[in-house]
């Protein structure tokens, strides 16, 4: 997967340039953002997980290269994770992880404030939490188990009202695996809200 990743990232990287010389910015703003995940995992060896509802904010630059297209990239601080029983008898088991995820998003803007949004996110775990007793499909989840780097698919829409004021939904699948040879991916529905700077 690392092989892969790294051209595959050079590649986006190295496209935005290209596409950024060509065409100067017609704009930029900053702004900051906050909201809600229902985050979960995608596990052939876990049954039925549920979801977790925790927070992320950040910020985020929106640099318009037409007055319809762009890119838009953030820096949020974001908590997810899961939660699983083995049976209805059986203790629950919860993993939290936060993570500084970065993500480098394609915005186009298809009619007035409302635009879509997808691309890549990087995310780099800085805290984990557990509270799991249980060991289930021969998979170990105590803490400090789950892997430092995450790779996502993002994608989204959004609308931006006039005075700068906008909110959001985005979906983000986790290509990476949270602990290794586990099979088990972030799943993550976001919901929030911001505000751009003119």
Do not use: W
């Not at 699983?84 to 059986?90: G, L, M, N, R």
């Not at 993570?99 to 803007?109: M, N």
Request: aromatic share 16%; proline share 3%; net charge negative.
């Amino acid at each position: 997967m690392k092989q892969i990743l790294l051209p595959l990232i050079a590649t986006i990287l190295f496209c935005i340039n290209s596409f950024a010389q060509d065409r100067p910015l017609q704009s930029a703003l900053l702004g900051f953002k906050g909201g809600v995940n229902f985050a979960t995992v995608s596990a052939k060896n876990i049954d039925n997980p549920e979801f977790i509802i925790d927070f992320y904010v950040g910020f985020a630059i929106e640099a318009m290269l037409t007055e319809k297209f762009g890119f838009q990239i953030e820096t949020v601080y974001s908590r997810q994770g899961f939660e699983f029983e083995q049976s209805p008898t059986t203790k629950q088991g919860v993993l939290k992880i936060g993570y500084i995820q970065v993500p480098v998003l394609a915005k186009a803007y298809l009619f007035e404030g409302f635009n879509i949004q997808g691309g890549l996110q990087l995310g780099f775990k800085v805290h984990e939490k557990a509270s799991i007793d249980l060991v289930r499909s021969q998979l170990d989840l105590n803490t400090n188990t789950s892997n430092r780097f995450d790779f996502q698919l993002v994608s989204g829409i959004e609308y931006k009202f006039k005075n700068g004021f906008f909110i959001q939904a985005r979906y983000s699948y986790g290509f990476s695996e949270i602990i290794d040879d586990s099979e088990i991916h972030n799943s993550v529905l976001s919901a929030g809200v911001g505000f751009m700077f003119y």
